[in-house]
């Protein structure tokens, strides 16, 4: 069973940036897949990011490809998310996803067995 904590959300202006990071425990951290996760109020949760087991293949939703970057690091068990160039329509509770089977990848919440609590992110204009 693998269990997550977000951190690293808050209140930034349009432009800002913020990084999440998520830590996992459990099992083995280099052996699943990983993703973030957003629902905005009034909205359903959609995907934002995903990463494979190694790092090497990582996939964005195209409203933040080229502003946020999905990472990892196995030796610490954890998972960042670096968001640049915010903006208001950012505004969401983030969710931190894990233990995708076989270590691949997914933008697919159903994929995912395991969830962070959430952190807020707002993006003032």
């Known amino acids: 069973q693998v269990q997550l904590v977000e951190s690293g959300g808050g209140l930034v202006q349009a432009g800002g940036a913020l990084r999440l990071s998520c830590t996992a425990s459990g099992r083995s951290f280099s052996s699943y897949g990983m993703g973030w996760f957003r629902q905005a109020p009034g909205q359903e949760r959609e995907f934002v990011a995903a990463i494979d087991w190694s790092g090497g293949i990582t996939l964005y939703e195209a409203s933040v490809k080229g502003r946020f970057t999905i990472s990892r690091d196995n030796a610490k068990n954890t998972a960042y998310l670096q968001m640049n160039s915010l903006k208001p329509e950012d505004t969401a509770v983030y969710y931190c996803?894990?233990?995708?089977?076989?270590?691949?990848?997914?933008?697919?919440?159903?994929?995912?067995?395991?969830w962070g609590q959430g952190t807020q992110v707002t993006v003032s204009s």
């Open positions: 996803a894990g233990d995708v089977p076989q270590g691949t990848m997914s933008a697919d919440e159903a994929d995912f067995r395991s």
